[in-house]
């Protein structure tokens, strides 16, 4: 369960970064930046609920399928976003990466080399966020087999 809330901070935090690029740099955001940051901060907020749920003694398998699916929807739907603009055959930013970034390197003490780091680090988030969608698209089924195991008493026996 420690892994979720990893995943949704990293998110949380990496496509945070990406609206305020996108706002210093004047230009149109993709609707999978504000997306992928209210699905994070759900996210959050669920783990917490059922942490609140579990202390509290209320935690029912109901509510994790249902708080399970939702989410899972919203992951998965991010996840097919972000795919869309890290692989699509518009936006490709990972071709862009490899061909403006990792094939051109820069060394050295000068303004060139400071922009090559953050053009760099904005590719390895890209990356980084696609990698932590699936985590927490599968988390989220993984999350809806366990409930319904536990909703059939199947742990019982």
Known sequence: MLRQPASSETCLGIFSWFLFVQ?????STPWVFPYMVATAGLGLLFVFFMLFLIQRG???PDIII????VLF???LTGLIGTAIE???TE??????????????PSKGPSINTLAWLTQITICNCW????????????FYIWMLIISFQV???????
Do not use: D, H, P
């Open 86 to 88: 890290l692989y699509g």
């Open 73 to 75: 929807v919203l992951w």
């Open 91 to 104: 936006a490709n930013v990972n071709s862009n990466c490899q061909n403006y970034v990792v094939n051109m």
């Open 151 to 157: 909703r059939r008493g199947f742990f019982l026996k």
């Open 127 to 138: 990356k980084t966020a696609f990698a932590f969608e699936l985590v927490s698209t599968i």
């Open 58 to 60: 209320l935690l029912l």
């Open 66 to 69: 249902l708080g399970c699916f």
């Open 23 to 27: 706002t210093q740099l004047s230009v």
